[in-house]
């Protein structure tokens, strides 16, 4: 073998080993980087060459570098990251709602239902009474006034949603934009030999956050380009990307591609979340409140109208309250000018409070789905719980699946400085060897020239 094929085999491998440990040290750099994938360099022999009959071996070449990925565990990550960022995020809202109504509390709405009727009761045995009726009056401002500050506490929550929505689509739109930016790049690097594994690990981290918005589903050409659909539409792949948006439809939120009028089928994520409390959630429990609030009003005022005040020419066909409407619990005008339009007595007479009592009694009677104003407000309040609960554990369990599945995902990707150290001695050994035959082929080289 000529020694010049021993100094071009020498001068590939010390090229080759260099790279190499340049591969080892980028690994150790990011080994606190969560978001990089371990890289591994598979060695191969160089193209060999034909000369006196036989093929002569040139050297060793790094045939490629390794991005160590587990695609099973990416796809269940995928899968289990929508649903658990959907009951995470659906947790929060339905924490927020519990807290509006405060229950149980002084201050909340069972409580102040309660002091309502029992100002009816007390005015039931000194009907005359001008405190007493104060007191009726107060009681009914107390209440009135905390079920609007509770829809205008939801409307408030509604509106965040609905911000929160439209920030989040505007992030769904940056991520298909950029998975498309490098969806070109990698397909760039498709047919060299250069490694895109680093643009990879971007895109993978772009799928990851965007697996948190929505229910996505992802496949690979030959090319590694990614072609991703959300909620059942197609978003982007290596040419285009759409664009999403949030759709009002009566009161209902969707998202749909830009302009279309239709809405992706979203089962999990923040966006599912989103509009799910939005259009279903929120909406009953106000339906609740206002059936219940409508309820009551009828219910008094069917009573009150038919008792008589205690002017001096006593009138009748007066109701307490003006209406329940638009989240507002509002006392009829005459009532907040002069309590003694307050109308109580049953025949007319001076003293007579039958119809106070029977305001107050409506506190025990089942007036509403066969139940009392108290336990059908119970169990509104029940089930804003029992949702609580629910979205809690399914949270909760959601969780662990994603944790085990990152451990699973940082076990097999992750940095492991010892064994990059270990990998870096062993090419730096090789290396080593590299040269010391580059030394041996100058010597001999040197043996011959002297003999010339």
């Known amino acids: 073998m000529a020694l010049t094929r021993i100094f071009d085999i020498s001068r590939r491998s010390l090229a080759t080993y260099q790279n190499a440990m340049n591969v080892s040290a980028h690994n150790i750099a990011n080994a606190a980087n ?4 371990r890289q591994k360099v598979v060695l191969g022999t160089e193209d060999p060459e034909k000369g006196a009959k036989f093929m002569w071996g040139t050297g060793v070449k790094i045939a490629t570098i390794e991005r160590v990925r587990d ?16 009951n995470e995020k659906q947790s929060l809202i339905l924490s927020q709602l519990e807290q509006v109504f405060s229950e149980p509390s002084d201050l909340g709405l069972s ?34 006034s905390r079920v609007e500050g509770i829809n205008n506490d939801i409307d408030t929550i509604k509106y965040d949603i609905f911000s929160e929505m439209q920030g989040q689509v505007d992030s769904l739109n940056y991520y298909l934009k950029e998975i498309r930016g490098l969806n070109q790049q990698i397909n760039q690097y498709a047919n060299g030999t250069q490694s895109a594994n680093d643009l990879l690990d971007s895109r993978s981290n772009m799928i990851d956050e965007l697996s948190k918005l929505a229910n996505i589903s992802v496949t690979y050409d030959n090319y590694d380009n990614a072609t991703i659909s959300v909620g059942g539409v197609f978003a ?75 002017e001096s020419t006593p009138r009748t066909g007066i109701n307490f309250f003006k209406e329940y409407k638009d989240g507002k619990l ?28 029977q305001l107050g009694a409506l506190s025990s009677n089942k007036v509403i789905s066969g139940t009392t104003f108290e336990g059908y407000y119970n169990s509104l309040i029940s ?21 085990q599945l990152e451990n699973q995902r940082a076990s097999v990707s992750g940095v492991s400085v010892d064994e990059e150290m270990t990998d870096i001695i062993k090419f730096q050994r090789s290396y080593d060897a590299s040269a010391r035959l580059i030394k041996i082929a100058n010597e001999m080289l040197d043996t011959l020239m002297s003999l010339v």
Not at 114 to 141: C, G, H, M, Y
Not at 275 to 292: C, G, V
């Open 34 to 37: 969560s978001s990089y994938s």
């Open 71 to 86: 695609t099973l565990i990416d796809k269940q990550m995928i899968n289990n990251q929508y649903a658990y960022s959907g």
């Open 111 to 144: 409580s102040l239902m309660t002091e309502f009727f029992n100002s009816w009761d007390q005015l039931a045995v000194t009907p005359n009474s001008i405190p007493l009726r104060n007191d009726v009056v107060v009681a009914a401002k107390n209440l009135s």
């Open 236 to 310: 982007v792949d290596a040419s285009v990307n759409i664009e999403f948006e949030v759709i009002n439809d009566g009161g209902e939120l969707y998202v749909g591609p830009v302009n279309s009028g239709a809405a992706v089928n979203l089962k999990g994520g923040e966006l599912f979340a989103l509009t799910e409390t939005y259009s279903e959630t929120i909406p009953k429990y106000q339906n609740y409140i206002d059936t219940l609030f409508k309820q009551l009003v009828d219910s008094v005022n069917s009573v009150h109208s038919t008792g008589s005040t205690i």
């Open 330 to 357: 509002v006392i009829d005008d005459e009532i907040l000018t002069d309590v003694k339009n307050i109308a109580v007595s049953s025949d007319g007479t001076d003293g007579n409070g039958d119809l106070a009592a």
């Open 383 to 403: 089930e804003v719980g029992n949702d609580k609960v629910s979205s809690d554990r399914l949270a909760e369990a959601s969780k662990l699946v994603v944790e």
